[in-house]
């Protein structure tokens, strides 16, 4: 095993815990069914309105950007010792 590999691995492990502890903390999604049409649920909310700025969009960025992160360290993993050898 290389360093290179060693190194990359603990960087998918490292966004791998990141991705789960950002996945838990983010609230669940209210249910759009009928069972709202009834209650009274509504889709314009302060929430709604300031999409970007709320805990839970910043959440759901950092938990994309760490995706894209943890694929594109997967590949490279992957791809990069095959070239080097």
Known sequence: MGTLEIIGGVLILISCLLIIVLCLMQDQ???????SAL??????????KNEGR???AILN?????????????????NIVPNFID
């Open 29 to 35: 999604k209210q249910q759009q069914n009928m069972t």
């Open 61 to 77: 960025k950092l938990t994309r950007n760490l995706a894209i992160i943890f694929i594109v360290l997967t590949l490279a993993i």
């Open 39 to 48: 209650g009274g649920g509504s889709n314009d909310s302060f929430y709604g």
């Open 54 to 56: 709320t805990k839970e």
